[in-house]
């Protein structure tokens, strides 16, 4: 199976920035038989801390039990992250694997395993070769500092495209780097997905508080994206700061700096977002939705949530038609409160449909215009509270059944 | 757009017993430009009892509305469904085209306007046109008395087979008959989708008891079917209970044949509801997905239906592809209690995973032969409890793309 690169793919990779204290390796441990790097080795400088957030599927891998162990320590010395198999579903032989890996990479930093950070992605059901990977860290350990872009190349699977993204705060004098990069195209949705991201920074951020700003910059970014509803068992997304940068070290919202870096971090977890989104598995079209007079934010982002997740939305906008019927549809079977006889939607800027009956006479023009582009906005009112939010998703192609329909084969 | 008829599709209609005091009429109302009959027609004999299950849409159409307020009195003496228009999000002047509907029809039998039921299937978004309404029920009211496979013609919108099943139930030495139609292909899933389901007995029920049996029928029948995870606006279930077949009129589960009647009734939906799910849009196979193990019932229900309505789970069958791992996938993301290290799988009568790994060199023949067939059984052991439940879904197919990114156009 050819899969070709995502007509929504970014013309180029943004060049990300380095990050000191952070030196990333890849290498073949040839997890699958293919012509790539699938290992990737990324080394951090003492004193790093990490925070992270997890899947929360009830039958995760042993990778994320054991990233969730190790978050408790908030330290970290090494990421790997294996691509081609997720090593999930894999009972004992799975949990042997994680730990040779994690002894052997803490051997050769000399440091202990709870500094070690361990990923896995791919296919389920399949033991991670544990010769394999050690040979694969063994050629890592020795190979030239590689690119980001090489780094993004290398945690992918499906994904037709790297992606990475970067964004710089001051901190008092000092100027802070933040660089991530993100590996996911299908099984995404909120709560983490087959998605594992990955954002490194030169600042020192109290290992709390960086668990802190990532909840937050998560909420608003990876949980309101949605490709097609489907969760996996191994989504992670660590942010390591490895204090390089020398600024005084944030450790709450009352130190100088702090809302930058806040407001750095969601900014570069939100473009990652985006760019699965916009490499969803047969998407033709990236899909933003913007709700707002729910009951509450978080009702908000359920209603938007239902409407990215309907498929008969998603081929709605797959065939450039101006079905807001299964937007009414979608919004109904949300569960949220809502008012159909309140509810407003619009289409880029026409609106189509006000408190609960279509605007008569519409002009369809623009509207037929807004469908044809490849970046769609939805627009709800319900008409009932403050609360707002806005999500993420592509459409619903033959491409993505093509794509599905013999992955594993 | 041709649509095809589904390859599941059963070789014939069943054909239907008629029932005493239930006379079916079809007209052509022509909601949209098509040469078929549109408008149904059902009067029922006095003294009809009725029960019924609506939408959970927060935004239902005003017949559903309707529904809801006549069902409060239990008394039924007509039934007309239009197919074609939803009449869903229609604001007042939808409401208007209900009331002049019951309005009509209750002139015409002498009886309460509460005797009335009005079902609406089609577009969202348009008035239903009560010039057409109206006409239409002058036409329905002098035609001769329809078979039951033409009012399941009627009553379709994109379903491309009609659906029926019959069952009987000795009520102490009476036969009691139970004939019903459903419509519903696309937009489907628990707590009713676009589906309208009818069910007719010439049995003597009480209203209230007549409510129990239709919401323990419904509970293992309609709301354990999912095509497509949408769900309407218009769902409607309704049962009738005309009396004609003079049995001792039941009312409660201590009355003989009680238990007879509610085995039939639920027999007649279940088969309905398997119906519906051989004709999803697009479907190329019928899966049944059977949970045990689970904490409780309600639990093993909800991560089947998180199976049944995984995109990835789908179109891993529709490429025959046995990858279990995606259903792995489908019950940690189902949020329901899980282990898993114990989660046991298989596919028709092979065991593929069990207690968290994979059966190692399972047979891979039978597997494949089963996938290839259009029947297929997946079957889920939690290993935690004593809950099971069955579901039933079909695959997800380029037709679902191909049917619904140009429904409207």
């Given at each position: 199976?050819?899969?070709?690169?995502?007509?929504?793919?970014?013309?180029?990779?943004?060049?990300?920035?380095?990050?000191?204290?952070?030196?990333?390796?890849?290498?073949?441990?040839?997890?699958?038989?293919?012509?790539?790097?699938?290992?990737?080795?990324?080394?951090?400088?003492?004193?790093?801390?990490?925070?992270?957030?997890?899947?929360?599927?009830?039958?995760?891998?042993?990778?994320?039990?054991?990233?969730?162990?190790?978050?408790?320590?908030?330290?970290?010395?090494?990421?790997?992250?294996?691509?081609?198999?997720?090593?999930?579903?894999?009972?004992?032989?799975?949990?042997?694997?994680?730990?040779?890996?994690?002894?052997?990479?803490?051997?050769?930093?000399?440091?202990?395993?709870?500094?070690?950070?361990?990923?896995?992605?791919?296919?389920?059901?399949?033991?991670?070769?544990?010769?394999?990977?050690?040979?694969?860290?063994?050629?890592?350990?020795?190979?030239?500092?590689?690119?980001?872009?090489?780094?993004?190349?290398?945690?992918?699977?499906?994904?037709?495209?790297?992606?990475?993204?970067?964004?710089?705060?001051?901190?008092?004098?000092?100027?802070?780097?933040?660089?991530?990069?993100?590996?996911?195209?299908?099984?995404?949705?909120?709560?983490?997905?087959t998605m594992l991201g990955f954002v490194f920074t030169d600042g020192a951020i109290d290992a709390k508080f960086l668990q802190d700003l990532l909840n937050r910059a998560t909420a608003k970014s990876f949980n309101c994206i949605t490709v097609d509803s489907d969760t996996s068992t191994s989504d992670t997304v660590l942010v390591f700061a490895t204090g390089k940068a020398g600024n005084a070290p944030l450790a709450s919202f009352d130190d100088a700096g702090a809302n930058a870096f806040a407001a750095a971090l969601e900014q570069v977890c939100l473009d990652l977002a985006h760019l699965v989104v916009r490499d969803g598995e047969g998407a033709s079209k990236f899909i933003e939705i913007a709700v707002e007079?729910?009951?509450?934010?978080?009702?908000?982002?359920?209603?938007?949530?239902?409407?990215?997740?309907?498929?008969?939305?998603?081929?709605?906008?797959?065939?450039?038609?101006?079905?807001?019927?299964?937007?009414?549809?979608?919004?109904?079977?949300?569960?949220?409160?809502?008012?159909?006889?309140?509810?407003?939607?619009?289409?880029?800027?026409?609106?189509?449909?006000?408190?609960?009956?279509?605007?008569?006479?519409?002009?369809?023009?623009?509207?037929?215009?807004?469908?044809?582009?490849?970046?769609?906005?939805?627009?709800?009112?319900?008409?009932?509270?403050?609360?707002?939010?806005?999500?993420?998703?592509?459409?619903?192609?033959?491409?993505?059944?093509?794509?599905?329909?013999?992955?594993?084969?």
């Open positions: 199976m050819t899969i070709e690169k995502s007509p929504l793919a970014p013309s180029e990779f943004a060049s990300l920035k380095t990050i000191g204290g952070a030196q990333p390796r890849v290498s073949r441990a040839q997890y699958k038989q293919w012509d790539r790097c699938d290992l990737t080795f990324v080394e951090l400088g003492e004193g790093t801390t990490v925070a992270g957030v997890t899947t929360r599927s009830q039958c995760p891998s042993p990778e994320v039990e054991w990233c969730r162990d190790a978050l408790t320590h908030g330290k970290a010395r090494a990421l790997i992250v294996n691509a081609g198999n997720a090593n999930a579903f894999t009972g004992n032989r799975g949990r042997a694997a994680v730990e040779a890996i994690a002894t052997k990479v803490s051997g050769h930093l000399s440091c202990e395993q709870s500094e070690i950070f361990i990923c896995s992605t791919g296919v389920i059901g399949e033991p991670l070769p544990i010769d394999k990977a050690e040979a694969g860290l063994e050629a890592a350990f020795s190979a030239p500092e590689a690119r980001w872009e090489e780094a993004a190349h290398a945690i992918g699977t499906t994904d037709t495209f790297p992606k990475g993204a970067s964004a710089r705060a001051m901190i008092g004098d000092t100027a802070v780097q933040i660089s991530g990069i993100v590996k996911g195209s299908g099984m995404i949705a909120p709560d983490m997905a007079g729910a009951e509450d934010d978080e009702s908000a982002r359920r209603v938007g949530l239902s409407i990215a997740n309907s498929p008969l939305v998603k081929t709605a906008i797959a065939g450039e038609d101006a079905n807001w019927g299964r937007i009414v549809m979608a919004v109904g079977k949300a569960g949220e409160p809502a008012d159909r006889d309140r509810l407003s939607i619009r289409f880029g800027a026409t609106q189509v449909a006000r408190n609960g009956v279509a605007v008569e006479d519409y002009d369809e023009a623009p509207v037929a215009a807004h469908l044809k582009g490849d970046a769609i906005e939805i627009g709800i009112d319900l008409g009932i509270g403050d609360g707002r939010a806005t999500v993420w998703t592509c459409d619903l192609t033959h491409g993505y059944i093509s794509i599905n329909a013999d992955y594993r084969s």
